[in-house]
Structures are given as structure tokens and as C-alpha cells.
T-cell receptor, first 111, second 112 residues
Framework: ELKVEQNPLFLSMQEGKNYTIYCNYSTTSDRLYWYRQDPGKSLESLFVLLSNGAVKQEGRLMASLDTKARLSTLHITAAVHDLSATYFCAVVRGSQGNLIFGKGTKLSVKP | DTAVSQTPKYLVTQMGNDKSIKCEQNLGHDTMYWYKQDSKKFLKIMFSYNNKELIINETVPNRFSPKSPDKAHLNLHINSLELGDSAVYFC???????????FGSGTRLTVV
């Protein structure tokens, strides 16, 4: 059974600081997604990572994938308040193709 | 134009009632899903349809019945609602079952 674990689940950081969210998954998968959810809102797609060593960047967020370690990271650079949200990683379950989500990391960026 | 639209956005109802949530996508995607997000924000797949055909039915009580009249629509009917059904239900669609999802805005169901 595919399991996806994120840590930390809660992250409070100051503006201007850097931090990394980790996403581990238990079985082989060929694609991994990161989503953002604002309170009371839907999920917004941030990144899709398709191969070992893939790195994608958008603004202050950078995602990477190591398929051998079954690990993805979401790195936040010089955090700003607007990044406060819950971030989910999700992995494709190979046999059926649907996404299995981690529990989410609730990020709070304080001035 | 909203890509994946769900109605209603909020639903408050009493235990024992039957209710439906509707979902429509205008992206031309083949695959549609229902996910449940509980109070701890955990997202769990309930059902998946590919071109009107059921392909995933997770261990969901049979009080929940999805219906897909065509590949652009996936509705969710819930019989005999229970307190534990309170959650946010998200509809999503994807080009095929191996691509990323576009999510609807969610339906917040509260059973009292």
C-alpha cells in the first residue's frame, strides 16, 4: 500500500527565513505533485515532478525529487506572509493512477 | 469560465437525510474523482471514473453512490447522512488517470 508522509505537519517561520518541507513515499512512483491550499479554498497545483533529479522553481518555492530515496522536498527561500497556506505532496498510485496525498504541512509565516 | 464547478458550496442538513452534490468539468478531461477532506485536512480518495466508467471505489460506505451521466459530470449522492459524513468534498478531474488534477472549489457538508 502506498503511503505518503510529510514533515513537519506544522511550520511557523519568520519572514525572511528559509525552510524545507519533506515528503517521503513508500513505493515506487513515476510522478509527484505539490499543491497549495489556502484556508477555505480549493487546491492549487504548484509543481509536477516527473523524473529522478527533477527540480522546479517558482518564485520563492523550489521542489525537487529523488526517486531512489523516494523523497521530495519543497524549499522555501526568504519566506513572506503570502506563502502562509497548507502544502500537500501527492504521489501517483501506479496500478490505478489516482493521487495519494500526504497529510499536509500547515505553514504560517509571521512578520 | 470555471474549469471544475461543484454545487452547492455549502450544505447543512440533518442526520438521516439524503443529499446530492453535483460536479461538472469543461476541460475535456476523461477522468473525474471525488475526494473527502476531513477536519484535520486529510484528503482521501473515494471514487474515480474514467470516461463514465467506475475505476476506483475505495472502502466507502455504500450510502455513498456516485453517478456519471457523461464524462463531463460526476455527481455524488449520499443516503442516510451521519454526523461523521461532515467534511469538505472535492471533485477533481484530470486528462487521464495518470495526470495531475484540477480541483473544484469544494462542498462543505455539515450534518447536524
Amino acid at each position: 500500500e502506498l503511503k505518503v508522509e510529510q514533515n513537519p505537519l506544522f511550520l511557523s517561520m519568520q519572514e525572511g527565513k528559509n525552510y524545507t518541507i519533506y515528503c517521503n513515499y513508500s513505493t515506487t512512483s513515476d510522478r509527484l505533485y505539490w499543491y497549495r491550499q489556502d484556508p477555505g479554498k480549493s487546491l492549487e497545483s504548484l509543481f509536477v515532478l516527473l523524473s529522478n533529479g527533477a527540480v522546479k522553481q517558482e518564485g520563492r518555492l523550489m521542489a525537487s525529487l529523488d526517486t531512489k530515496a523516494r523523497l521530495s522536498t519543497l524549499h522555501i527561500t526568504a519566506a513572506v506572509h503570502d506563502l502562509s497556506a497548507t502544502y500537500f505532496c501527492a504521489v501517483v498510485r501506479g496500478s490505478q493512477g489516482n493521487l495519494i496525498f500526504g497529510k499536509g504541512t500547515k505553514l504560517s509565516v509571521k512578520p | 469560465d470555471t474549469a471544475v464547478s461543484q454545487t452547492p458550496k455549502y450544505l447543512v442538513t440533518q442526520m438521516g437525510n439524503d443529499k446530492s452534490i453535483k460536479c461538472e468539468q469543461n476541460l475535456g478531461h476523461d477522468t473525474m474523482y471525488w475526494y473527502k477532506q476531513d477536519s484535520k485536512k486529510f484528503l482521501k480518495i473515494m471514487f474515480s471514473y474514467n470516461n463514465k466508467e467506475l475505476i476506483i471505489n475505495e472502502t466507502v460506505p455504500n450510502r455513498f453512490s456516485p453517478k456519471s451521466p457523461d464524462k463531463a459530470h460526476l455527481n455524488l449522492h449520499i443516503n442516510s447522512l451521519e454526523l461523521g459524513d461532515s467534511a469538505v468534498y472535492f471533485c477533481a478531474s484530470s486528462l487521464t488517470q495518470y495526470y495531475g488534477y484540477t480541483f473544484g472549489s469544494g462542498t462543505r457538508l455539515t450534518v447536524v
